[in-house]
């Protein structure tokens, strides 16, 4: 068993007197303290054990002795930068491209997906000689000064009118909540045009597009699958104004989806983007990163006439544990699995829909899901207490899972690739429950309900802020209708989860069935 080096008392203080106040924790009243993980699953100082179905980081599974192994051989051998020449650098870069289509060539390795999505901005504007950047709505590109720009869940928190003039937002293409939804004849067209006419007002002003990017997949949106064609449609529209078409895969990449090595090729065998962005599962927990392009893209950046390098991107430790995670991918049919345990999954949660109102959509592919939790089907009005006291709940029965979405009403599952059948079942029996418990009305308190941890007996944000965080309250109902007053429960606080700015500040009076015996349930926005 690992040993630890403070108490979680005296770890709860040092973070707050050594880390940067903006650096939050999950359960902020009572946070984890993770001190080993295996597989799918991860250990606290007690060495209780947590089913996690949210780290897709660990996409091969926590420690994965092969992962390690590799680390270690490479490390006591050397490690250095990518301007000597190394095997491993060549024969990732082989086989990596190999998982892709044929005209996505040349790699540029980095060490984190906004390191990724950023080189991916500079070479669409010097390939393209443009700088203006449609992305979608809610969308999370990473949190460099590049991307906040890019990403409406952050730049939307600031004060009004902190869009950048070269930012173009088009509306995510929910067919569930958004604009055009499943009954439209055809919402890929429909979203596509809304880019097209976005394009098209933009040249008006004198702007000129150099890149669409898009997640294969929105996490932040919601576990939002692109209806089939979008990409195909917009990518036509960027192309002929002279703009590429980036597709962030940093979330969503490796085989998640189960029938395809990557999301984008859900879309189609007609469709290719011009630049790909990975991160996060490509080192399975280790940071690198890549950017796949053309070659016609990757010598237009060459010809700026300036160097590129980074000192650690492409090292040949880095290089040696991606060659393990695709190696294990295939070794061990990750990509299968996903496929089995995905659709085993979304059978059983359907099974739930049918048996809870407060379901109101399934969606997702492979190891990638979301379940929209809501109050009224018909108004599709978001349970967004509901599923943060789901959360709770659960992790007081040791599981972890996190809310998405604008709204943070619909609970994610990306777990890492091992994830099995057995815990599939556990998890939605689990839910099952809670939300049974909801819908009855029963008392249940959750210890973990307050948002603030205690130092030297002084409630406390980890972050040491003076200001009382926004609190969504579950608690405390002592009228019959068992009414849930829910105030400004969304802060601005960092995370994938969608946009705070939709509905913070604003409180809400929503009915619900059930009662809490404890004051309040902290909806923290935290990133996953």
Not at 49 to 75: E, S, T
Not at 264 to 272: N, P, R, T, Y
Request: net charge neutral; hydrophobic share 35%.
């Amino acid at each position: 068993m690992a040993t630890e080096l403070f108490s979680k008392q005296q770890t709860i203080q040092l973070r707050h007197r050594h880390i940067g106040p903006s650096c939050k924790v999950f359960f902020s009243k009572d946070p984890l303290k993770i001190i080993r993980a295996q597989g799918q699953y991860m250990y606290d100082e007690n060495d209780t054990k947590f089913l996690d179905c949210i780290n897709n980081v660990a996409h091969v599974g926590h420690c994965h002795p092969d992962v390690v192994q590799a680390a270690a051989k490479q490390m006591e051998l050397l490690n250095t930068n990518s301007r000597f020449l190394h095997d491993n650098l060549v024969q990732y870069a082989k086989q990596l491209t190999a998982t892709l289509p044929d005209k996505l060539s040349v790699c540029y390795f980095v060490n984190s997906g906004s390191e990724a999505n950023d080189l991916a901005l500079r070479l669409a504007r010097q390939y393209t000689g443009h700088h203006d950047i449609i992305t979608l709505d809610h969308a999370y590109h990473g949190h460099i000064t590049s991307l906040i720009d890019i990403s409406p869940y952050k730049f939307r928190e600031l004060p009004p009118g902190s869009q950048k003039e070269f930012v173009h937002v088009a509306p995510s293409p929910d067919i569930y909540r958004g604009k055009y939804r499943e009954d439209h004849p055809d919402p890929a067209t429909a979203y596509a045009d809304d880019v097209n006419l976005l394009i098209q007002e933009a040249q008006k002003q004198g702007r000129k597009m150099a890149a669409f990017i898009a997640e294969s997949m929105q996490s932040c949106g919601g576990q939002i699958i692109p209806p089939p064609g979008y990409f195909q449609k917009v990518a036509q529209y960027v192309h002929n104004v002279g703009g590429v078409f980036i597709a962030d895969e940093v979330q969503v990449g490796f085989g998640r989806v189960g029938k395809h090595f990557w999301a984008f090729q859900l879309q189609g065998e007609d469709f290719v983007p011009d630049i790909v962005t990975m991160g996060k599962p490509i080192g399975n927990g280790h940071p690198m990163s890549c950017v796949v392009t053309t070659k016609e893209i990757a010598e237009a950046f060459g010809a700026s006439g300036l160097e590129y390098f980074n000192t650690f991107g492409g090292n040949p430790v880095s290089c040696a544990i991606g060659l393990a995670v695709l190696n294990i991918i295939k070794k061990e049919d990750l990509s299968s699995n996903a496929t089995k345990v995905g659709n085993y999954l979304m059978d059983l949660l359907r099974e739930q829909q049918a048996k809870h109102h407060l379901i109101g959509d399934i969606r997702g592919v492979g190891l990638f899901i979301g379940v929209d939790l809501v109050k009224d089907r018909k108004k599709r009005t978001p349970a967004v207490a509901e599923a943060q006291y789901v959360i709770y709940r659960l992790k007081e029965q040791n599981i972890l899972l996190s809310a998405d979405g604008p709204h943070r009403n619909v609970l994610k599952f990306k777990p890492p690739m091992c994830f099995t059948m057995e815990n599939a079942k556990f998890v939605v029996e689990k839910i099952d429950g809670i939300l049974s418990d909801l819908e009855k009305g029963i008392r249940v308190g959750v210890p973990n309900a307050d948002s603030k941890p205690v130092e030297n007996g002084v409630p406390l944000t980890l972050s040491g802020s003076k200001r009382k965080p926004p609190q969504a309250s579950v608690s405390g109902l002592n009228n019959s209708k068992g009414e849930l007053h829910y105030t400004d429960a969304l802060q601005n606080e960092e995370t994938p989860d969608g946009n705070s700015n939709h509905h913070n500040r604003v409180a809400f009076r929503q009915q619900s069935s059930y009662h809490s015996e404890h004051d309040a349930l902290s909806c923290k926005r935290i990133r996953t």
